[in-house]
């Protein structure tokens, strides 16, 4: 059956949803919209590119839009976002990112896969500059660019989950004195206690610190007397980290 299929959202879910489309029908049009620029990446490996494990950046783009016209004729429409659905005329409104231009895109079929956005609690001093989150291959570039730029030597990880333990460990392996802070009272929480312990320890003899039962109470200026980095991390129990990422 010939049918037009809209997908809103690329990457994992999205992009798979539309080659299992493709499989099931040579003949249907089928246009997805991915916000971002990348249609298809392998987000998994954005902190081991960071600690330079992954060297080539390129390696990280699984597929091109364009690859994905020619081998399995996809329209996929980076920078585009789907800013409003209309059930009754089975149509989207499309926003380009880059143009301004919106349209809208009728669908016979709809599928939603709009991913999500990382945690960002509202703790005071979250949106200061050098606070960084890592979701997508902008973030990473934006994290590289500002150790760069500000040859940031000191840096403090809000979570010890597993992507908070990642990218602990390449931002130690890139030379710089890491510490965790974790408001439970160990790190990786589906681990049974004594499983999470050697794992702390072996990440402590690789020079990584941790603050347990310690959540990050606010980012702040730093104070005279402390090194005037990115900001200083004001955990619950007062301490304070200085943090330059």
């Not at 291959?137 to 500000?150: C, K, N, R, T």
């Not at 310690?214 to 900001?231: D, H, K, L, M």
């Amino acid at each position: 059956m010939n049918t037009k299929l809209l997908i809103v959202g690329g990457v994992a879910g999205g992009m798979s949803c539309a080659a299992r489309a493709r499989r099931l029908s040579e003949e249907s049009e089928i246009i997805v919209f991915e916000r971002g620029p990348y249609p298809s990446f392998a987000n998994c490996g954005l902190p081991y590119h960071i600690g330079g494990e992954i060297k080539d950046r390129s390696k990280l783009i699984v597929q091109s839009a364009e690859r994905l016209r020619k081998v399995h004729n996809l329209d996929v429409r980076t920078l585009s976002e789907v800013t409003a659905i209309s059930p009754e005329e089975k149509s989207v409104t499309v926003h380009e990112l880059e143009t301004g231009r919106t349209y809208e895109e009728n669908y016979d079929a709809l599928v939603l896969s709009p991913g999500a956005a990382p945690l960002k609690p509202p703790i005071p001093g979250i949106d200061r500059q050098g606070v960084f989150t890592l979701r997508n291959i902008p973030d990473m570039d934006a994290i590289l660019s500002w150790i760069a730029e500000h040859g940031a030597g000191r840096a403090v990880v809000g979570g010890g989950g597993y992507i908070g333990l990642e990218i602990a460990e390449q931002l130690c392996r890139r030379g710089l004195e890491v510490k965790v802070a974790e408001a439970a009272p160990q790190i990786m929480a589906p681990l049974d206690p004594e499983m999470a312990v050697i794992l702390q320890k072996e990440m402590e003899e690789h020079g990584i610190g941790f603050e347990l039962n310690n959540a990050i109470a606010s980012f702040q200026q730093a104070e005279a007397g402390e090194p005037q980095t990115g900001c200083t991390v004001v955990l619950e129990n007062g301490t304070r980290l200085p943090a330059d990422i």
